[in-house]
């Protein structure tokens, strides 16, 4: 988006806040954005990946604020849209239109799910889909607890591949059941202010 400043190497080397604010004022937590991971914009030369998500028919232009895409069955979207109002639930298809549709993918923390969103975010990178505006990756954890290091590093590689990543902690209360909206994790909210900022309308 405008004003995002470029990443290098995006697909591989995610890029890392800085520790100093270099003698710039410093701003309310809400007023930083989440840091740019990886491209803005789908990228030429990415080859199309084997597995891709089907796209809706058009959406109309005064549609939710920003779509959940979920990647995979059991990605958390029902949860997400509960926990983070405002999105609507896109049906396991692009919803793209006329008008930039705003999308969020949705994946859980295990291999399947985080190569289900390397394929979707691939899927969206070689311009296989158009009407659409990616703002990230949203990964909910699939278990409590620290996750093993070659799934710390698949969330690394991916994270390279999306705008923006959210990471969402493992909730017990929303696995047994009881609703998301009485059991928000604090990594809902910078997801939130993000999402509010980015879709915006002028």
């Known amino acids: 988006m405008a004003g995002d400043a470029p990443v290098s190497n995006p697909w591989l080397s995610p890029a890392r806040p800085s520790g100093g604010n270099n003698g710039e004022p410093q701003r309310s937590v809400q007023d930083v954005p989440t840091a740019l991971t990886g491209p803005a914009a789908p990228q030429a030369g990415v080859p199309r990946p084997a597995h891709v998500l089907p796209v809706a028919a ?15 069955g059991g990605a ?21 239109g ?11 923390t295990g291999a399947v799910g985080l ?9 969206w990178a070689s311009q296989m889909v158009t009407g659409v505006e990616l703002l990230g990756l949203a990964v909910v954890a699939d278990a409590p607890g620290r996750r093993p290091r070659p799934l710390r590093d698949l969330v690394r590689l991916v994270s390279g591949a999306v705008p923006r990543l959210w990471e969402i902690p493992w909730v017990e209360p929303w696995r047994l059941g009881e609703s998301p909206t009485a059991h928000v994790p604090s990594q809902c909210a910078p997801l939130a202010r993000d999402l509010s900022r ?3 309308r002028a």
Do not use: I
Not at 76 to 96: H, I, K, M, S
């Open 58 to 72: 058009p959406q109309a232009a005064a549609g939710p604020a920003w779509w959940w895409l979920g990647v995979h």
């Open 115 to 123: 190569k289900a969103a390397q394929s979707a975010a691939q899927q």
């Open 98 to 108: 006329e008008v930039p549709q705003p999308v969020v993918l949705v994946a859980r």
């Open 198 to 200: 980015l879709t915006r």
């Open 76 to 96: 958390g979207v029902t949860t997400l849209e509960q926990a983070v109002p405002g999105g609507r639930d896109a049906g396991r298809a692009w919803p793209a």
